[in-house]
Nanobody, 125 residues
């Protein structure tokens, strides 16, 4: 089992920045990739970014490309999401996820086995 705990959410102004952290514990050596998803009120959960833990390859949704950066600190078993140039439409609950399987497409929520509890990000205009 892998346990995930997000932190770093909060309130930011449009154009501002926030950094989310996702600390993994438990059988972290089994994780192949980790990702961030977000869910706005009344909407479905959507892919934001993902990273392969061995190669460091990263993937982004078009809506955040160039503004958000996903990274990892293997020593700390932690994945980060640096969010810059925030927009009101970035407001959502952000979830961290992990998968132990090698999957080709990391943008689908269904490939992830483990999820955090979520952290709220609110961007004011």
């Amino acid at each position: 089992q892998v346990q995930l705990a997000e932190s770093g959410g909060g309130l930011a102004q449009a154009g501002g920045s926030l950094r989310l952290s996702c600390a993994a514990s438990g059988r972290t050596i089994s994780s192949s990739a980790m990702g961030w998803f977000r869910q706005a009120p009344g909407k479905e959960r959507k892919f934001v970014a993902a990273i392969r833990l061995n190669s460091g390859s990263t993937y982004y949704a078009d809506s955040v490309k160039g503004r958000f950066t996903i990274s990892r600190d293997s020593a700390k078993n932690t994945v980060y999401l640096q969010m810059n140039s925030l927009k009101p439409e970035d407001t959502a609950v952000y979830y961290c996820a992990a998968t132990s399987r090698y999957v080709f497409v990391l943008s689908s929520a269904g490939v992830y086995e483990y999820w955090g509890q979520g952290t709220q990000v609110t961007v004011s205009s």
